[in-house]
């Protein structure tokens, strides 16, 4: 197999701009955050790449759900639930504002796909997806 060459490297997976305002935001509105940065000795204005990393086992199963949400948390229109299969479910809210143009995207698929808006269409939901932060 042949190294990968460092042209195909990307050193992140999105913009680290975006993250860093949502780093910001979040130290300063999520109490679980903040507790977990002072868990940490990471001062509240550390830069991204400076930020301990999160995961379920570390962060998101040490605080309570009211200490992990932001101020938007009123917007949330659905909460998702995983399978449980680590031994304990987590819950994931949905919020309004991040599915405003769901359905013009799920429209946009469908026509692009599978040409609805031309011919008869059969769909047939062989899984739960919904449930499932993938689905």
């Given at each position: 197999?042949?190294?990968?060459?460092?042209?195909?490297?990307?050193?992140?997976?999105?913009?680290?701009?975006?993250?860093?305002?949502?780093?910001?935001?979040?130290?300063?509105?999520?109490?679980?955050?903040?507790?977990?940065?002072?868990?940490?000795?990471?001062?509240?204005?550390?830069?991204?790449?400076?930020?301990?990393?999160?995961?379920?086992?570390a962060y998101l199963k040490q605080f309570p759900l009211q200490e992990l949400v932001g101020d938007d948390f009123t917007q949330t229109f659905n909460i998702f639930s995983s399978s449980g299969?680590?031994?304990?479910?987590?819950?994931?809210?949905?919020?309004?504002?991040?599915?405003?143009?769901?359905?013009?995207?799920?429209?946009?698929?469908?026509?692009?796909?599978?040409?609805?808006?031309?011919?008869?269409?059969?769909?047939?939901?062989?899984?739960?997806?919904?449930?499932?932060?993938?689905?």
């Amino acid at each position: 197999m042949s190294p990968i060459t460092p042209s195909l490297l990307q050193p992140a997976l999105g913009s680290i701009e975006i993250a860093q305002k949502i780093a910001e935001r979040v130290t300063q509105q999520v109490s679980g955050y903040q507790k977990f940065l002072g868990q940490h000795q990471v001062l509240s204005d550390a830069k991204f790449d400076q930020l301990p990393l999160t995961d379920k086992a570390a962060y998101l199963k040490q605080f309570p759900l009211q200490e992990l949400v932001g101020d938007d948390f009123t917007q949330t229109f659905n909460i998702f639930s995983s399978s449980g299969s680590s031994g304990r479910a987590f819950y994931w809210p949905q919020l309004k504002s991040s599915h405003r143009a769901s359905e013009a995207r799920l429209k946009q698929l469908l026509e692009s796909v599978f040409a609805v808006h031309q011919r008869k269409t059969l769909a047939i939901v062989g899984l739960a997806l919904g449930s499932w932060i993938g689905g």
